[in-house]
């Protein structure tokens, strides 16, 4: 009985093995939603790394987060970094302006980092403003690679 156990254990682990190797590594995840405000003052609050913990949701699923910002806060350049229950991490601003922001990021754990690319564009519809998110990234890892990325974006895609 034991050796049946362990023969159908093996088994399992081996078509693991198989489907993280299959599975792609490289993700892209993008929401969007419809705001109520003018784009110049959902530019206010995502263009201001200072603004984000009044929006972001971080904090509230993370209590034990940590963030530092960096010499500025907007515009190109403008830079954070962060520890938490899962690791640390930094963000730069690569572009900001009327149109959105984009920005450089990078997960770290034990050493190892992810990094991400992510933007935030908003558009005028109307009264009010489409905003979309977008973030893009690939976990280069054999086979955990693409275990990886069926966990991250079911984990980032909500945010």
């Known amino acids: 009985m034991l050796r049946k156990i362990l023969l159908v254990l093996l088994a399992i682990l081996f078509v693991a093995l198989l489907v993280g190797l299959a599975l792609p590594t490289a993700f892209e995840v993008e929401r969007g939603i419809i705001v109520q405000s003018p784009p110049a003052r959902v530019h206010a609050l995502v263009g201001d790394l200072r603004r984000w913990p009044e929006w972001t949701v971080w904090q509230e699923s993370d209590p ?4 530092v910002l960096g010499p500025a806060s907007t515009g190109v350049g403008a830079s954070q970094s962060w520890t938490d229950s899962m690791g640390s991490g930094r963000l730069v601003f690569t572009r900001c302006d009327e149109d959105g922001i984009a920005y450089d990021m990078a997960f770290a754990d034990d050493g190892e980092e992810m990094p991400a690319k992510g933007e935030i564009r908003y558009a005028p519809e109307g009264a009010a403003t489409r905003v979309t998110w977008r973030m893009q990234g690939d976990f280069a890892v054999p086979v955990v690679g693409g275990w990886l990325r ?7 895609e909500d945010d």
């Open 64 to 67: 034990k987060l940590v963030v």
């Open 150 to 156: 069926l966990a991250m974006v079911g984990f980032v």
